[in-house]
């Protein structure tokens, strides 16, 4: 059945009945006008301003001559104006694409040119690395720069001061059709064994995402807002579609950090008694040396999430001291599967602190065989999705989306089972899995021993080629103190990996290193790993 909308205007209906992100803002602001959005700085942005700024600099870009689902490529910190660039994109039906602004020059201006980029929003700082972009062929482009040190132009040329540029779109709302299942964002992964690829969501997707994460995190729609303290960056699908939009999507507040500096952060949780935190297990151990004597804590936190790594238990027992009444749980997720699409519940913080947790609620989650087939309860294979939260598929890479889309489940590469609750306990990245004497060897189950051992800050285990085992488990640690690394530190370690491990899984060799390769988000690159060991 189907209704009769003849002589309705498309728009009008449209404008009706979607379900889409720009949208999300536009509700928030109208109830929580004068609230505070986000904290950049000295500066507050309410939420009426910044969705009369994204109103703006949505009529702007669609000045320039932008069309439907064109790309505006972001090369930006966290900023308020990032936020507003993103929004201004999602209410102009426009693609909002995010740049790891970490990557090099040259593979900026691959993603640059697969996405076919016309348009570009970037902070001052980061024009430098368009240079090897617009040393090559390219489109005529529009460049926008945010910060007062902008220079005129950009190689040839002209470069637009934001501010500038927002002024010249009305700041009314703006009335154009965008569907549910257009595409929002691309994000692009990070390329760790390939060119990256660029992941395209949709509306619908990073909306049932936001508003589940919301749900699982606490965010409350009322009279009590949460206040998230954010450092982790907007480019990655973590700090946007898990942290930042679940809390402007309900009416709360985003103090944005663009560098982590534990002191600034713990005087931000201070000042501003913020109620959500999410870090990588190395930041909170940063957190708590920079606190020194924990004391009485900070109450104000009610959620204190981890992600990219594990947590040692005598770590978690310190973030519980410094954070007294949250609640410390873990996370995960992928670019190309909104997440977070498992998330621990608060009991299994203490009786399964080494799991993922379950599906969230708009999420559902198989394991299947490489046959194509759904395994049992507690059999190991491949984590596999479905639901909302599923990317539409990957930019200009139909061989990518056969592989992902295979049998009716969005393919995660995770290694993992389901226990008789349904919980997930991931092994290791496929990639990651060190075939070592015909043993299977999961890097993460080593790394959360090593990482627990006297002395050790952060691991990383990589399998590294043998001549006898085939792959030998070869551990890639950062001391707490370098000084106090000796001939017999190495011996230690393995000690330690033996009264906790099985034989197979004990590393043969432990290389100490000063700091891990890492990516913009805190992800060991195990691929520069492996490669320094061959060399």
Known sequence: MQPDLAGIPPVHVNLATRAVV??????????????????????????????????????????????????????????????????????????????????SPDDIAWILRDAGVTTIVADAAALPLLETFLAGEHPELTVVAVGESAPGTVGDLDVIDWDEFAARGSRTAVEVIVEDRDTVQCLYTSGTTSRPKGVLVSHVSVLVGGMTNALQIGHSWGADPSTLVNVLPLFH???????????????????????????????????????????????????????????????????????????????????????????????????????????????HRHTKANSW???????????????????????????????????????????????????????????????????????????????????NVSSVDVERVVTSAPGVAECSIVGVPDQRWGEAVCAVVVANDPAAVDDEFAARVIAHAKSNLAGFQ??????????????????????????????
């Open 357 to 439: 947790g379950p599906a969230t609620p708009t999420v559902r989650i198989g394991i299947m065989d490489s046959e194509g087939s759904l395994v049992p309860d507690g059999d190991t294979g491949e984590i596999v999705y479905r639901g909302p939260h599923v990317a539409s598929g990957y930019w200009n890479n139909p061989d990518a989306n056969r592989a992902a889309f295979a049998h009716g489940w969005f393919h995660s590469g995770d290694i993992g089972h389901l226990d008789d609750e349904q919980v997930v306990w991931f092994t290791d990245r496929l990639k990651d899995i060190i075939k070592s004497g015909g043993e």
């Open 22 to 103: 720009g949208d999300a803002l536009t509700r928030t602001a109208q109830m929580f006008g004068a609230r505070t959005a986000v904290v950049d700085g000295g500066r507050e942005v309410t939420y009426r301003e910044l969705d009369e700024t994204s109103n703006a600099l949505a009529h702007a870009l669609l000045d320039t001559g932008l069309t439907r689902q064109q790309p505006v490529a972001m090369l930006m910190r966290n900023t308020w104006q990032f936020v507003a660039t993103y929004f201004a994109c999602a209410k102009s039906a426009l693609v909002a694409m995010p740049v790891n602004i970490a990557l």
């Open 237 to 347: 699908t973590t700090a946007l579609n898990t942290l930042v939009l679940p809390v402007l999507f309900t009416g709360g507040a985003v103090v944005l950090h663009a560098q982590f500096d534990p002191a600034a952060i713990l005087a931000d949780i201070e000042h501003h008694s913020a109620t959500h935190l999410m870090l990588l297990p190395i930041m909170y151990r940063a957190l708590i040396a920079a606190r020194g004597e924990i004391g009485a804590g900070l109450p104000s936190v009610r959620r204190a999430v981890y992600a990219m790594a594990p947590m040692p238990a005598e770590l978690l027992d310190q973030v519980d001291e410094l954070f007294p009444n949250a609640s410390v749980i873990l996370g995960s997720g992928q670019t190309e599967v909104v997440p977070a699409t498992v998330l621990q519940w608060e009991e």
């Open 506 to 535: 004990v590393p043969k060799r432990v290389v100490v290193v000063d700091s891990l390769p890492k990516t913009a988000t805190g992800k060991t690159r195990k691929h520069a790993l492996r490669a320094q060991l061959a060399n």
